[in-house]
């Protein structure tokens, strides 16, 4: 996985989002900042890791 610092996301959620946990635990992801802050990448990441 790759974190850059530069998009000031919290690296501990990163970090749940990449095991995938989030998927067996039923958790609701809301995806929300400026543009360019790399929403529509974690979504479509999540959306192929699933």
């Known amino acids: ?3 850059h610092d530069a998009r000031r996301l919290d690296k501990e ?3 749940k ?3 995938g946990t989030y998927i067996h635990d039923s ?3 809301i995806l929300m900042g400026p543009t360019s802050s790399g929403k529509s990448f974690l979504a479509t990441s999540s ?3 699933a």
């Open 1 to 3: 996985m790759e974190y």
């Open 13 to 15: 959620w990163i970090l």
């Open 17 to 19: 989002l990449a095991s």
């Open 27 to 29: 958790d609701i992801i």
């Open 47 to 49: 959306g192929v890791f």
